[in-house]
C-alpha cells in the first residue's frame, strides 16, 4: 500500500513540473546565409545577462532563417541571438565593446550604444508554442 501511495505521488509530481514545461519556437531571422553558425543563447536571470548563459543552442547559418525550438520553465527569459560568422564560439567585438557580428535579442532592442540591459530584452514565457522573430542587425 505505500509503494502505491509513494508511486502515486512521484507521478503526480513529475506531472506538475512537466506541465510547467513550455515549448517556445524562436526563429531568427536577416541570416547571412551560408556564413558560420546561428548562437540562440537564453538567459533566466537579470544579474546572469551576456555573462551566465541558462541555455544555449547552435545551428548552421545555411537559410536566411532559422527556427529553433526550445523548452523552459514558465518565467521571465532574455534571449539573445548572433550570428557566428567565423565560428569561433564566441561573439566578436571591436575594442569600444560593439558587435563586429549580426546580433540581436527577443524584443528586437537596439541599444543607442552599449550593451542592451536584461529588462530591454526580457520577455514572459507563459504558453506553450509561443513564438517569437530575432531580427539580426
Request: aromatic share 10%; with cysteine; charged share 20%.
Amino acid at each position: 500500500m505505500k509503494k502505491m501511495i509513494l508511486s502515486g505521488m512521484v507521478l503526480m509530481v513529475s506531472y506538475f513540473v512537466n506541465a510547467q514545461q513550455v515549448k517556445m519556437n524562436v526563429e531568427v531571422a536577416n541570416i547571412q546565409k551560408g556564413k558560420g553558425a546561428i548562437v540562440l543563447n537564453v538567459y533566466d536571470k537579470k544579474e546572469n545577462f551576456l555573462k551566465k548563459v541558462y541555455l544555449t543552442k547552435n545551428q548552421k547559418a545555411n537559410q536566411e532563417s532559422l527556427k529553433f525550438q526550445i523548452d523552459l520553465p514558465r518565467g521571465t527569459y532574455a534571449i539573445t541571438a548572433f550570428q557566428d560568422l567565423d565560428s569561433n564560439g564566441k561573439l566578436n567585438s571591436n575594442w569600444f565593446g560593439m558587435p563586429k557580428e549580426p546580433v540581436g535579442n527577443s524584443t528586437n532592442f537596439k541599444p543607442d550604444g552599449g550593451a542592451p540591459t536584461f529588462n530591454d530584452c526580457s520577455i514572459y514565457v507563459l504558453k506553450n508554442d509561443a513564438t517569437i522573430t530575432i531580427d539580426l542587425y
